[in-house]
């Protein structure tokens, strides 16, 4: 297997999305036309019930078609954002055809054979691979944007986390729940939820993921723990977290507190932070204006702000901060389009 798209000379890819109609779907689309990713052919996939839908690429309607087990012929690259068990049952199949995968599902993320990226982070991991490359776990890509440049500058030596999670993580339908709880709630109207598990207006609760009887821990903090390791390249790293699910339509946000194993100025991590790829510092403390959702809906750029010496350690190794980014671009869609260009420009590995 190539490392690389292998593609004739002076050919565009042809690309197919599983997951189209979704909401990273649909963000994926938008990111090969804002980004002018060269592309020959675009193929939307996703279920029967969507079959026959129009969704523009380029100025031109295209047709979404159903996911089969042929969908894959003739593609060099192929995004699957629908889930693990449609990952799991197709992406093979998507290589067998001769394609790469870039997999936003968790299903291969682990997989040691499969690369798990985010070009910020480790773009020199992406070779070799077995045609498979998966995209992380949305908080776990947008806190790697930060500390990857932190790690290479001074080692870590814990994190503790606190995330404020949107309704996009958990698709489509939990974000159009988000808007018409809201609406209901505002009009004293009675809402009964059917995608989240608790009531989502102006509320929030522990995030949704099944929790572990024995350790306390849900679904969603052990992915972060187990991809924030892998990316940064650090597998012991100590890391406690707690995710919670809040009434944000698209965009995360952190509570990140990061302990180095010497001391390091905070004026020092800012300085880092504003000069490495894919960060905004936005640390205004004179206007009490920091990272927030709203800012950071729409743009590929990971805010970072309440950058300051954790006064909770006194050894002063440790220096807290504040990240807001889009779940759906930096957390999902654009990652995985970075990778794709990656893809396209990557060596061939001997
Ligand atoms: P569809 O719209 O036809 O249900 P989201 O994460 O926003 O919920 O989106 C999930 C995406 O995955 C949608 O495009 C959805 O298509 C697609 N999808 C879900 N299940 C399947 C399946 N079994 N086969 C193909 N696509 C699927």
Partial sequence: MNAHVSLPPHQSPVVAIVGATGAVGIE?????????????????????RSAGQVIPFKGHPHRVQELTEDSFEGCHIVFFSAG???????????????????????????????????????????????????NPNCVAAIASVALAPL???????????????????AGAAAMEELRQATAAALAD??????????????????????????????????????????????????????????????????ALSVRFDSYVPAELVRNRLAEAPGIRVVDDREANHFPMPCEASGIGDVLVGRIRQDIGDPTGHTVAMFLSGDQLLKGAALNAVQIAEALLTAPVAA
């Fill in 189 to 254: 109207q009675p809402f009964e939820q059917r995608v989240l598990p608790h009531p989502y207006a102006f509320n929030l609760f522990s995030h949704n993921a099944e929790v572990d009887p024995e350790t306390g821990y849900n679904g969603e903090e052990l992915k972060v723990i187990a991809e924030t390791r892998r990316i940064l390249g650090l597998p012991r790293l100590p890391i406690g977290i707690t995710c919670v699910r809040v009434p944000v339509l698209r965009a995360h946000s952190i």
């Fill in 28 to 48: 994926i689309i938008r990111c090969l036309e804002d980004r002018m990713v060269p592309v020959s052919e675009l193929r939307l996939l996703a279920s029967a």
């Fill in 84 to 134: 693990a068990s449609v990952s799991r049952r197709y992406a093979p199949l998507a290589v067998k055809a001769g394609a790469v995968v870039v997999d936003n599902s968790s299903a291969f993320r682990m997989d040691p054979a499969v690369p798990l990226i985010v070009p910020e982070a480790n773009s020199c991991d992406l070779v070799p691979h077995a045609g498979i490359i998966a």
């Fill in 151 to 169: 790690q290479r500058a001074w080692s870590i030596a814990r994190l503790a986390m606190v995330t404020y999670q949107s309704a996009s993580g």
